[in-house]
């Protein structure tokens, strides 16, 4: 037998690398034949509910980063919730409709107009659940816990048919109607969009400075004076009808460089110098209300502009006339409504090109239009000024292209009219992220009446129809007619049938009496259909409730998701879907660029999962502040992994080292614990706490990962298991000494174990199958409860301030061991020399400072209080230390320099202390000797 035999080195087959990319399949196969997601809401029956609503991601290619921190974010929480004394379902759910799908369909040569209508629905349909089917297995793989087999998608009918009644709904209490104004329009898409949909891109545009001259000056002005306006968007002037002045202004007429023209009197010094006029002479001023009614030539169309006064006209640039475009410019188009004026005039097409309301310029593409529009003022001696200029311009963000505002017929939901209840509902709302609320209210605040009518194929269809005389047909029972019919068929019955068989039978209506109907062809806006979610999901499915008690989803949502969700809600039920919000940042690469397939810095979640687990990606989205932009690069993923190796690491020290150890009959009760050991047991507490109150109940996973990790190196390995080795492996099995380390080993495992579960679930398991508890597995179980003990404030400012002195010691043991004085410190002779607080702490600590200091016992001296250090003691400021080479014989077995080596005859090697031991525990052994070393 070997002297090493007598030593209870920890053993554990936990093995030290993860094997992630393998395992956790393995695991994940097992978890779903042992239906763990169902047998734990089974647990969970009858508790107070937690419902997280999944916004739905868009169904269409692979996920990305994005998506895992999304995903692994839920599940986090979830886990959590369910651990934490709460039911918690989690119901994944998929946006199916929209543009993105018909362009694939297009790339893949699918000729929308070679089909009919149905058919091509159909084989949008088709691709959309490709799409969710490789999405799910992709999420699923990031050992996301959840109802996979019955997700929501918005193209269920009976998804569809909720949508519909919200729509009905809103149309019942007078949201719903149809107006001509001008709004985003897509000439790449040839739809509508709403503001949600739009992005902001740096533009060149031209800038021109343009005379309209004076047809009827009322008196004031004559026929020899202009109107100056400023426009970015030449191609508009085709569609001028006015010229905007605000009644509050004052106006100047100026005779510059021979000529006069009008402009504002505070603006005339930037005109001056933008127009480069030599001479400028004020001839006279009036306010902005003499100018109202009075009209212009049109630069180059035969016929006038009115001039009308608007709040809208500022001093910020330009020259305070704006020109008027009612079908391009949602001011222009409120400002003329306001003076009674039914006339637009929008000479663009769906495509973006010039209509022959634009004579001069037909079949050209609007911004093609540009150069000749300013040609053609030149040629007419109306253009005074063009340049150039870069500014922020609105664009379509799926096409990414230019948009414009475009006058057509549209579906709107008019904001105004419950506008104020939004604002009070986003004030009632836990915005975790405080910001989150004023950027929302201010949204809710500023945004016009909602387009929820596109021009396209994919998406639910407006349920509205239309008489013969023209009236539209919108009533309570038409809606849930439709709404019966698509939870039935799908939506796709509308494209079908006629009008007719859509309606209830025998439905007449004043306005057709030949009984014939037409339907519209328009479909709902995309945000109107995850927008309906709350009904659609929250009130249908029973394990959910109603509202949510939290949303959460990037920040780009407070456009989106967030913005359509409460609108629909408070329209409807006239409070919020959700109780809380929560939104994170965007995942950035490691040099803070955003990620692109242009610039090659994406990073495919696959990619990581193959070469490191999903776990590791779980790891960093806890390592991340997500409130943020969060950096993300192989890089940072390799220093997770190494964190991940920490945790493993540790978590296996833990469990080789309590392989023997029968909770039920070993563990020590907390008093009958030392000193040391309850304190370590109340460091364990307080990591709980820490996790739970301002980690998991905060959503603040950060907090958790630091904790975690704080845990584990300060505590754990730079102290209690860096001196436990001297305790458990060589003690006697049965000391208490060794079982007290034991029982905080065991409990610690258990309890970090189960806090780690929500974030690294796999590893977590393979950690249980280790650890010796009732659950078969840790996901069903409960998080550990936070207890305080008896006395632990006084305990814990007592082993502060040993760790303080225990610093000072081991600063002075590595200046010796720099000296080459000493090579381990069990080689070290510890003198103390303290002052009075500092001796009285070392009685205090009621343990043996010898083991917690990792030096020989045989050579630790504590001088008497006031006596005086040598020279060559290492002076602090409460206590002097005094390193030396101990001068004993190292102990075979417990590696201590000790005076009584070879005290016991049979076993020479050995401390008194070993010998002791290895007697009682291996007599044979003993009396047959031990190999020796060769």
Same mark, same amino acid.
């Given at each position: 037998?070997?002297?090493?035999?007598?030593?209870?080195?920890?053993?554990?087959?936990?093995?030290?690398?993860?094997?992630?990319?393998?395992?956790?399949?393995?695991?994940?196969?097992?978890?779903?034949?042992?239906?763990?997601?169902?047998?734990?809401?089974?647990?969970?029956?009858?508790?107070?509910?937690?419902?997280?609503?999944?916004?739905?991601?868009?169904?269409?290619?692979?996920?990305?980063?994005?998506?895992?921190?999304?995903?692994?974010?839920?599940?986090?929480? !979830?886990?959590?919730?369910?651990?934490?004394?709460?039911?918690?379902?989690?119901?994944?759910?998929?946006?199916?409709?929209?543009?993105?799908?018909?362009?694939?369909?297009?790339?893949?040569?699918?000729?929308?107009?070679?089909?009919?209508?149905?058919?091509?629905?159909?084989?949008?349909?088709?691709?959309?659940?490709?799409?969710?089917?490789?999405?799910?297995?992709?999420?699923?793989?990031?050992?996301?816990?959840?109802?996979?087999?019955?997700?929501?998608?918005?193209?269920?009918?009976?998804?569809?048919?909720?949508?519909?009644?919200?729509?009905?709904?809103?149309?019942?209490?007078?949201?719903?109607?149809?107006?001509?104004?001008?709004?985003?329009?897509?000439?790449?898409?040839?739809?509508?969009?709403?503001?949600?949909?739009?992005?902001?891109?740096?533009?060149?545009?031209?800038?021109?400075?343009?005379?309209?001259?004076?047809?009827?000056?009322?008196?004031?002005?004559?026929?020899?004076?202009?109107?100056?306006?400023?426009?970015?968007?030449?191609?508009?002037?085709?569609?001028?009808?006015?010229?905007?002045?605000?009644?509050?202004?004052?106006?100047? =007429?100026?005779?510059?460089?021979?000529?006069?023209?009008?402009?504002?009197?505070?603006?005339?010094?930037? !005109?001056?110098?933008?127009?480069?006029?030599?001479?400028?002479?004020?001839?006279?001023?009036?306010?902005?209300?003499?100018?109202?009614?009075?009209?212009?030539?049109?630069?180059?169309?035969?016929?006038?502009?009115?001039?009308?006064?608007?709040?809208?006209?500022?001093?910020?640039?330009?020259?305070?006339?704006?020109?008027?475009?009612?079908?391009?410019?949602?001011?222009?188009?409120?400002?003329?409504?306001?003076?009674?004026?039914?006339?637009?005039?929008?000479?663009?097409?769906?495509?973006?090109?010039? $209509?022959?309301?634009?004579?001069?310029?037909?079949?050209?593409?609007?911004?093609?239009?540009?150069?000749?529009?300013?040609?053609?003022?030149?040629?007419?001696?109306?253009?005074?000024?063009?340049?150039?200029?870069?500014?922020?311009?609105?664009?379509?963000?799926? $096409?990414?292209?230019?948009?414009?505002?475009?006058?057509?017929?549209?579906?709107?939901?008019?904001?105004?009219?419950?506008?104020?209840?939004?604002?009070?509902?986003?004030?009632?709302?836990?915005?975790?992220?405080?910001?989150?609320?004023?950027?929302?209210?201010?949204?809710?605040?500023?945004?016009?009446?909602?387009?929820?009518?596109?021009?396209?194929?994919?998406?639910?269809?407006?349920?509205?129809?239309?008489?013969?005389?023209?009236?539209?047909?919108?009533?309570?029972?038409?809606?849930?007619?439709?709404? =019966?019919?698509?939870?039935?068929?799908?939506?796709?019955?509308?494209?079908?049938?006629?009008?007719?068989?859509?309606?209830?039978?025998?439905?007449?209506?004043?306005?057709?009496?030949?009984?014939?109907?037409?339907?519209?062809?328009?479909?709902?806006?995309?945000?109107?259909?995850?927008?309906?979610?709350?009904?659609?999901?929250?009130?249908?499915?029973?394990?959910?409730?109603?509202?949510?008690?939290?949303?959460?989803?990037?920040?780009? =949502?407070?456009?989106?998701?967030?913005?359509?969700?409460?609108?629909?809600?408070?329209?409807?039920?006239?409070?919020?879907?959700?109780?809380?919000?929560?939104?994170?940042?965007?995942?950035?690469?490691?040099?803070?660029?955003?990620?692109?397939?242009?610039?090659?810095?994406?990073?495919?979640?696959?990619?990581?999962?193959?070469?490191?687990?999903?776990?590791?990606?779980?790891?960093?989205?806890?390592?991340?502040?997500?409130?943020?932009?969060?950096?993300?690069?192989?890089?940072?993923?390799?220093?997770?992994?190494?964190?991940?190796?920490?945790?493993?690491?540790?978590?296996?020290?833990?469990?080789?080292?309590?392989?023997?150890?029968?909770?039920?009959?070993?563990?020590?009760?907390?008093?009958?614990?030392?000193?040391?050991?309850?304190?370590?047991?109340?460091?364990?507490?307080?990591?709980?706490?820490?996790?739970?109150?301002?980690?998991?109940?905060?959503?603040?996973?950060?907090?958790?990962?630091?904790?975690?990790?704080?845990?584990?190196? $300060?505590?754990?390995?730079?102290?209690?298991?860096?001196?436990?080795?001297?305790?458990?492996?060589?003690?006697?099995?049965?000391?208490?000494?060794?079982?007290?380390?034991?029982?905080?080993?065991? =409990?610690?495992?258990?309890?970090?174990?189960?806090?780690?579960?929500?974030?690294?679930?796999?590893?977590?398991?393979?950690?249980?199958?280790?650890?010796?508890?009732?659950?078969?597995?840790?996901?069903?179980?409960?998080?550990?409860?936070?207890?305080?003990?008896?006395?632990?404030?006084?305990?814990?400012?007592?082993?502060?301030?040993?760790?303080?002195?225990?610093?000072?010691?081991?600063?002075?043991?590595?200046?010796?061991?720099?000296?080459?004085?000493?090579?381990?410190?069990?080689?070290?002779?510890?003198?103390?020399?303290?002052?009075?607080?500092?001796?009285?702490?070392?009685?205090?600590?009621?343990?043996?400072?010898?083991?917690?200091?990792?030096?020989?016992?045989?050579?630790?001296?504590?001088?008497?209080?006031?006596?005086?250090?040598?020279?060559?003691?290492?002076?602090?400021?409460?206590?002097?230390?005094?390193?030396?080479?101990?001068?004993?014989?190292?102990?075979?077995?417990?590696?201590?320099?000790?005076?009584?080596?070879?005290?016991?005859?049979?076993?020479?090697?050995?401390?008194?202390?070993?010998?002791?031991?290895?007697?009682?525990?291996?007599?044979?052994?003993?009396?047959?000797?031990?190999?020796?070393?060769?």
């Amino acid at each position: 037998m070997k002297m090493k035999d007598t030593l209870h080195l920890g053993k554990t087959d936990f093995p030290m690398r993860g094997n992630l990319p393998v395992r956790e399949v393995e695991w994940q196969k097992e978890w779903e034949e042992a239906n763990i997601y169902q047998r734990r809401q089974e647990l969970n029956e009858g508790k107070p509910s937690f419902i997280l609503h999944d916004g739905p991601p868009y169904a269409n290619g692979n996920i990305h980063l994005g998506h895992s921190l999304n995903k692994i974010s839920k599940d986090i929480i !979830v886990r959590s919730k369910s651990m934490s004394g709460f039911r918690a379902p989690y119901v994944p759910g998929w946006d199916t409709h929209g543009l993105p799908i018909e362009q694939v369909l297009t790339n893949k040569g699918i000729k929308r107009k070679e089909m009919s209508m149905a058919a091509y629905r159909e084989k949008c349909k088709e691709y959309a659940l490709s799409q969710v089917d490789k999405q799910r297995a992709d999420f699923k793989r990031l050992g996301v816990a959840g109802d996979w087999e019955h997700p929501y998608i918005t193209l269920q009918p009976e998804y569809e048919a909720e949508e519909i009644r919200v729509f009905g709904k809103m149309a019942e209490k007078g949201y719903i109607y149809k107006g001509l104004k001008p709004i985003y329009w897509s000439p790449s898409s040839e739809s509508s969009l709403a503001e949600a949909e739009i992005e902001y891109k740096d533009v060149k545009s031209p800038s021109i400075y343009v005379a309209f001259p004076v047809v009827d000056g009322k008196e004031l002005l004559d026929t020899d004076t202009s109107f100056i306006i400023w426009t970015t968007t030449p191609w508009t002037l085709p569609a001028n009808m006015g010229i905007s002045a605000n009644p509050d202004f004052t106006y100047v =007429q100026i005779l510059a460089d021979d000529r006069k023209f009008v402009v504002a009197k505070e603006l005339l010094d930037t !005109v001056k110098e933008a127009i480069g006029w030599e001479k400028v002479e004020v001839l006279q001023e009036f306010p902005g209300t003499a100018l109202e009614f009075m009209t212009a030539q049109h630069p180059f169309y035969d016929r006038t502009s009115l001039v009308i006064l608007g709040d809208h006209v500022t001093l910020d640039a330009g020259t305070g006339l704006v020109h008027t475009a009612p079908g391009h410019g949602e001011d222009d188009y409120f400002v003329w409504q306001k003076y009674g004026f039914k006339d637009i005039l929008s000479p663009v097409d769906s495509r973006g090109m010039m $209509t022959d309301e634009a004579p001069g310029f037909e079949g050209v593409f609007y911004d093609k239009a540009n150069p000749m529009v300013t040609d053609l003022l030149k040629e007419k001696g109306a253009l005074l000024k063009l340049d150039f200029f870069t500014h922020s311009y609105p664009h379509d963000w799926r $096409t990414k292209k230019p948009v414009i505002y475009r006058a057509t017929p549209q579906w709107f939901a008019s904001i105004d009219k419950f506008r104020q209840n939004i604002l009070d509902e986003v004030e009632k709302v836990d915005w975790i992220i405080p910001w989150g609320e004023t950027r929302l209210y201010n949204m809710i605040r500023d945004r016009g009446d909602w387009v929820i009518s596109r021009q396209r194929a994919w998406g639910v269809p407006l349920p509205i129809f239309y008489a013969e005389n023209g009236d539209v047909i919108l009533t309570p029972e038409t809606i849930e007619h439709v709404a =019966q019919l698509f939870a039935e068929h799908g939506s796709n019955v509308w494209f079908e049938r006629e009008a007719k068989e859509l309606l209830p039978e025998g439905f007449t209506h004043p306005g057709s009496p030949n009984g014939q109907f037409t339907k519209e062809t328009d479909i709902m806006d995309v945000w109107f259909d995850s927008g309906s979610s709350h009904e659609a999901v929250l009130r249908q499915r029973p394990e959910l409730s109603f509202p949510a008690d939290l949303y959460l989803e990037g920040s780009d =949502q407070y456009r989106g998701w967030f913005n359509s969700s409460i609108t629909t809600s408070v329209a409807v039920n006239g409070v919020a879907p959700y109780k809380a919000v929560l939104s994170q940042g965007f995942t950035l690469d490691g040099e803070g660029r955003k990620m692109s397939k242009s610039l090659g810095n994406t990073i495919l979640p696959e990619k990581v999962i193959k070469q490191m687990g999903a776990d590791i990606l779980r790891l960093w989205v806890a390592s991340v502040d997500t409130e943020a932009d969060v950096r993300v690069s192989m890089d940072i993923l390799n220093q997770v992994s190494e964190v991940y190796r920490k945790i493993r690491n540790t978590m296996r020290f833990l469990l080789a080292n309590t392989a023997d150890f029968e909770p039920a009959k070993d563990t020590v009760a907390y008093d009958q614990l030392r000193s040391v050991d309850k304190y370590m047991m109340v460091r364990l507490n307080q990591t709980i706490k820490e996790i739970r109150e301002n980690g998991y109940d905060k959503y603040d996973f950060l907090t958790i990962y630091k904790t975690v990790m704080n845990f584990m190196t $300060t505590d754990l390995s730079s102290f209690y298991l860096d001196f436990a080795k001297d305790v458990v492996y060589i003690e006697a099995e049965d000391n208490h000494q060794r079982r007290c380390m034991q029982t905080v080993f065991y =409990q610690t495992a258990v309890a970090l174990t189960k806090l780690l579960t929500p974030i690294i679930p796999h590893t977590a398991e393979e950690i249980w199958k280790h650890l010796k508890e009732t659950e078969d597995y840790v996901q069903l179980a409960e998080f550990p409860a936070y207890q305080e003990y008896p006395n632990q404030g006084e305990l814990l400012d007592t082993w502060q301030a040993f760790m303080d002195f225990r610093d000072k010691v081991l600063k002075a043991l590595e200046a010796a061991r720099n000296e080459k004085l000493i090579g381990k410190s069990l080689e070290a002779k510890l003198t103390i020399y303290p002052n009075e607080p500092v001796a009285e702490l070392l009685k205090a600590v009621d343990a043996d400072i010898a083991q917690l200091l990792i030096v020989s016992p045989d050579y630790l001296t504590v001088a008497p209080v006031g006596a005086e250090a040598p020279a060559a003691a290492q002076i602090f400021d409460d206590v002097a230390l005094l390193v030396e080479k101990a001068d004993g014989e190292v102990c075979d077995r417990c590696r201590q320099v000790r005076k009584d080596v070879g005290a016991d005859a049979k076993l020479p090697t050995l401390c008194s202390h070993c010998a002791e031991i290895v007697e009682a525990g291996f007599p044979e052994a003993v009396a047959e000797g031990f190999e020796t070393k060769k």
